[in-house]
C-alpha cells in the first residue's frame, strides 16, 4: 500500500529553491513523483522509499502526483514558496484567536497567504498518534482555521509572506512547559556533560518505577488535573477581582506537571521522538524558536543546551546550515515572587548563542514581558521582529538597522566614570520614560545603581562610592519596566560587560548546578 509522511496532504507548501524531499512507505519497487511538469523516480528499501524533487521557483497551485504499481496519490492546492519550523513551548504555541486583537486578524486572514500544519500533540509513538496524524493536514489561513494557530508564527509568515510575495507555510512543532531537553535525542545529552542532567535526574525517577502503578497515577492525574483546570478557569472568568491563592483554596492542590515517567510530555527526548521526528526531513528553510522559560533552574547551562538543540535539529535535516531564529525572553517576575535573576542568565546565553552559532538570529523583545503573565498576548510585534531578523539574515532585504536595537559593544574607564559603546545606535537612544536598570561595580563586584548620561551612541555611568568601576550591567533582573529603546523602536538588550562579574541565580531557583 501506497502512503507518503502524514505531513504531505492538500494545500501543503513545498519549499522553493531547494531539493524537495518525499518520503513514504509502499509495497513495490519503484515510486514515480510529478508536479508541474517534473517527474522523478526513488526505488524502494524495505518497503520505504525517499526521493528528492528538484529546486523549483515559487508558484502554484500545482497537483503532485505519487504512482507506485496501480497506487496512486494526489495531492492538490499544493504551492511552492518558504518553509519555517516553529518550536519552542508555550509563547510560540499561544493561539493566535487568545492573543491581543486576534480575533481582528482573525476576520482578515484569509486574504494573507500563510499556510500551517500543526504537528500532532502527542507525548509518546502510539497507535493514537497515528490515527491522529491520519487526519492531520495542511490548512490556508482563514477565519475559522487559523484560531488555534500560533500567533507568533503567523505573524512571522504573514510578514515574510507580505515582504517576498510568496506562499509560506509554518510547521507548528510547540509544547507549553516544556524544556529543550524534550527536543532532542538521549544521545546528544548524553554526551556533554553540563546539560547530561537532564537524562541522569530522569533515569533516576523511572530507575525503580512500577509501570502499571505510574500509568494509574497518571490517569488520575489527567483526570484531577482537567476539572481543576476547568474550575480554576471558570474562576478567573466570573470573579471580579481573582487571585492564585483564592483558587487553591476554593479548587484544591494545582497538581501540574504530573507525574514524570515514560508517557510524559516534559521527558527528556519525548516530543523529539512524537513530534520533530515525525516531520523530518520536510524539507524547510528554517526555524524560528520561542522557548526558555521552562529552563529557568539550570540558566547557567542553558548555553549549552540550546546549542546543542541547534546542532541537533540541523544534523536531523542534514543540512548545518539551516537558519535558527530565536527569540530572547522578554521581562517576567511572578506576583510575590523574589527576583531570582535567572532570566538575564538566559537571556545573556540566548544573546551568546546568537553571537557564537552561525546562521541565527536573534529577537530582542525585552519591553514585551508582563509582571505576572508569563504569557504576554501581543505577539504581532515578536512575529514581525522575527520576520525582521529572516529579512536581514536570510532573505537581505532589511538594513541591520531595521532588525537591531541597540548592542552592547565595549567600555572604557575615564577616572569614575565607566563608558559604554553600543553597535546599531548611530542616531542614538529614545527615552519612553526614567531610565533604571544600569549598574555598576567596582573590583569588590558590588552593584549598586548607577547614574547615567547618554552622550550619542555612548552610554556614561557613574556612581557614589564606586571610584574605580571594572563590572556594569543593565536589566539585569528578572522583571523591570523597559524605556530605553533604538530609534527604531527596538529595546537595548540587557547585557554585562564580563562573565566573570560575580552575577548569579539568588534564591531557590538554582537546583543542581553551581554559580559562574
Partial sequence: MLTL??????HMVLQRNKKVAVWGECDGDTVSISINGIEVTASAEDKKFQAFLPPMEAGG?????????????QYTDVMVGEVWLAGGQSNMELELQNSFEGEKELERADQEKVRYYYVPKKA??????REEEKNSTWECAGKEQSGKWSAVAYYFAKEISRKLGVTVGIIGCNWGGTSASCWMNREKMEENKK??????????????????????????YIAYQTEFEKNVSHYY???????WDEAISLFGENKYPGPMGPYSEFRPSGLYESMIQRVCPYTLNGF??????????????YYELLS?????WREDWDDDTLPFMLVQLPVFQNVGEMDF????????????????????????ILENGEYGNIHPTRKEVVGKRLALQALYHIYHMAEKKEAFGPLYKDYYVDKNRLILSFDNCEDGFICTGEVTGFEIAGKDKEYVTADFKIEGNQIILSAEGVSEPEYARYCWTNYQEITLFGTNGIPLAPFRTSRKDGSCVTGSRLTNEGVM
Fill in 5 to 10: 509522511a502524514p505531513v504531505f496532504s492538500n
Fill in 341 to 364: 535573576k535567572n532570566w538575564p542568565l538566559v537571556r545573556e546565553a540566548q544573546m551568546r548563542v546568537y553571537q557564537n552559532v552561525k546562521n541565527t538570529g536573534i529577537a530582542v
Fill in 237 to 243: 472568568e466570573t470573579c471580579s477581582n481573582p487571585t
Fill in 61 to 73: 497551485p500545482y497537483t503532485l502526483t505519487v504512482k507506485e504499481g496501480q497506487g496512486e496519490k
Fill in 308 to 312: 546543542a538543540l541547534i546542532s541537533q
Fill in 288 to 301: 524560528i524558536y520561542y522557548q526558555g522559560e521552562e529552563d529557568d533552574h539550570k540558566p547557567n547551562t
Fill in 124 to 129: 509518546w509513538v502510539s497507535d493514537e498518534l
Fill in 195 to 220: 546539560i547530561s542532567s537532564y537524562v541522569e535526574e530522569y533515569d533516576a525517577v523511572i530507575a525503580n518505577q512500577n509501570f502499571e502503578e505510574y500509568v494509574k497515577e497518571r490517569e488520575e
